[in-house]
């Protein structure tokens, strides 16, 4: 976005900074200044300063944008964009009041597509005097390097830059029927008003037509077949709001970007559209003579309410890090427009209508913090920050520590879906859940959600098995679901399996690796019991439930081997849902506190040299056989 210095100084009359002040204040404020430019404008020395704007700050694609940001830096008053054209010479500039046309007809429109559409406004304008464009506008127009056509399009250009929202004029003498927006179905071409050809065909292309013809493409570039010429006299002049993600998907696939694609792929306030088409009508009707026909056609299907925030005034301050005192936050926030009012302890603060940036609690705090300026946070301070409060899950902690302990004994993590195939939860279910099915499932292959980890962690063995691999140790840290006297439940659980040659103790390595995870865990009170239910999945004879206590906590079996179909297979799964309760119950302590000082005491001994001779052979020794166990 570029502005002349001029015009900021025109909508902020107090302003004292110098031209490269403000460039670098508003750098601070989060605009970088990527160009500072001397240059002449209506005669005079000049400055145009280049900012980047922030995807979310629509409002400030504007000279209206930036001069109120100016005007919060330095606390001065901003005008309306209408207090330009108060000069001596034109004394009556007076905006519109469309209430006094409310009982006319408005101008025939149609929307076919609501969806795409935020808001419409139009107006008719007969007994026009087109013009050649003045030189100081043509100059002002060429700054932001948009080519000058005539009075009427680039009045209309003009109010696009002064308040940020694009317009469309179309002649209304060229128009057959009603003027129509919706997806394009019937057109493959649009001739823009340069002369190029688009081809159309998509969808999703919303169009300006009437009832022969295409006009426009909504929201990016118009047509030649209602451009305004010189010759025009009669105009609809239409100002309107897209959903801005199809704006930004159309521009972006038809490779077409225009100033007022730019600005309405981007959140626009719908409301503050009304204040910039008024000012465009005015800016016509005192420029180009005319008379207004009807009311304004005022398309404007959901209106947006703007948020209320609770703010503690004493939350920038732990942002920061610096003591912001809350009569600066107060001051700080009203500089921006904001409304502040005292609700007890804390700040109820509404946002003004354009700022579709600020909808939670944080968006005020960098608000404060940036208006404040960054650059008055000390460099040689520590930050003045308090002690959040740690709220990692207790079972986020647990599974990485037992991703660790794990991998340290030799298991390998895999990921499985928690949808699988029918009947499969009967096989493996150790619970008194029922079966949970999914409704329009992705897959009709995988209805029903895992009541177990097990064919997971059973399927990736089958894998590894086809492949020649022998010994198999994995794991899987997951949800399982299930349904128990009308209430659906899920809980973390772990899954492990192991598959050895059949001349390895498989059962041992698993009972072990679930005792060490445990104990590393900080649970010491473990036992063996029978299981409430043996899942058919399971050898009746070689099936427990670990149990802390006793409370069980899961099960380990070995799988029979119709259903292994790899050999020796064990699998065990272990409730974490219910191990992080328990570990809240057992915290592990140590097993001696010391309370003093541990001395050492150096003691030297004197040998003989044949005992010396011993001594180091002795060691000697020692050393070999410590070497011959290492290799």
Not at 404 to 426: R, V
């Amino acid at each position: 976005m570029k502005i002349l210095y001029s015009q900021l100084k025109e909508l902020v009359p107090k302003l004292k900074a110098s031209p490269l002040e403000v460039g670098e204040r508003l750098t601070l404020t989060g605009f970088m200044m990527d160009s500072f430019e001397k240059v002449s404008y209506q005669g005079k020395t000049d400055y145009l300063i280049g900012l980047e704007i922030r995807q979310n700050r629509a409002d400030c694609l504007s000279i209206l944008g930036i001069a109120r940001e100016v005007a919060a830096c330095w606390n001065l008053e901003c005008r309306e964009p209408f207090h330009l054209f108060q000069k001596e010479n034109k004394k009556d500039f007076k905006l519109i009041n469309f209430k006094d046309f409310s009982k006319k007809e408005a101008p025939a429109i149609e929307t076919r597509d609501k969806k795409p559409i935020r808001r419409i406004l139009a107006i008719d304008i007969k007994n026009l005097q087109n013009k050649k464009t003045p030189g100081w506008l043509k100059e002002f127009l060429n700054f932001y390097e948009i080519n000058s056509v005539n009075f009427l399009v680039d009045l209309s250009n003009y109010v696009m830059l002064l308040t940020g929202y694009p317009s469309h004029l179309l002649d209304k003498n060229k128009i057959q029927g009603k003027l129509v927006w919706s997806l394009n179905k019937d057109f493959k071409q649009l001739t823009t008003l340069d002369g190029s050809k688009i081809k159309l065909g998509r969808k999703e292309d919303l169009i300006i037509r009437d009832q022969e013809k295409i006009l426009a493409l909504a929201g990016i570039i118009g047509g030649q077949a209602a451009a305004i010429g010189l010759q025009t006299d009669s105009i609809i002049a239409e100002m309107a709001i897209y959903d801005r993600a199809l704006i930004r998907r159309n521009s972006g696939e038809l490779k077409i970007v225009t100033e007022a694609s730019n600005r309405l792929e981007k959140d626009l306030d719908t409301d503050s559209a009304g204040d910039a088409f008024n000012l465009l009508v005015t800016l016509i009707l005192n420029n180009c003579g005319g008379e207004i026909t009807g009311r304004v056609f005022d398309f404007y299907p959901q209106k947006r309410r703007v948020p209320k925030i609770l703010l503690d005034p004493q939350e920038p301050s732990s942002y920061a890090g610096i003591e912001i005192p809350t009569q600066k936050t107060i001051a700080a926030l009203k500089n921006l427009r904001f409304q502040v009012k005292q609700n007890n302890k804390l700040l109820e603060v509404t946002p003004p209508a354009d700022r579709m940036d600020i909808n939670i609690k944080e968006d005020l705090i960098e608000e404060v913090i940036r208006m404040v300026g960054f650059d008055k946070i000390p460099v040689d301070q520590p930050p003045r920050l308090e002690i959040v409060k740690n709220i990692t899950p207790l079972s986020l902690k647990l599974s990485e520590k037992t991703k660790d302990i794990l991998t340290a004994l030799g298991f390998d993590e895999i990921l499985s879906s928690p949808l699988i195939k029918k009947e499969e939860n009967k096989k493996v279910n150790y619970q008194n859940w029922e079966i949970v099915t999914t409704q329009n499932s992705v897959n009709e292959e995988y209805p029903e959600l895992r009541q177990s980890i097990a064919p997971g962690l059973i399927n990736q063995t089958m894998e590894y098995s086809k492949r020649g691999i022998g010994e198999i140790n994995i794991f899987e840290i997951g949800k399982i679901f299930g349904e128990k006297n009308g209430n659906y439940r899920e809980q973390n659980s772990l899954g492990l399996l192991t598959h050895q040659p059949p001349q390895k103790k498989a059962l041992a390595k698993m009972e072990q690796a679930v005792e060490k995870l445990l104990r590393a865990l900080g649970i010491n009170e473990i036992q063996w019991q029978e299981p409430e239910k043996i899942p058919p999945a399971a050898n009746p004879y070689s099936c427990w439930s670990p149990a802390v206590g006793e409370e069980k906590i899961g099960i380990l079996y070995k799988l029979k081997p119709e259903f292994a179909k790899a050999g020796n297979v064990y699998f065990a799964e272990i409730n974490f849902s219910q191990i992080a309760r328990l570990l809240k119950k057992y915290q592990p302590e140590p097993t001696v506190e010391l309370t003093k000082k541990i001395v050492t005491l150096d003691a030297n001994l004197e040998f003989s040299l044949d005992a010396k001779k011993s001594l180091a052979a002795l060691i000697g020794e020692k050393i070999k056989g410590i070497s011959r166990q290492i290799g």
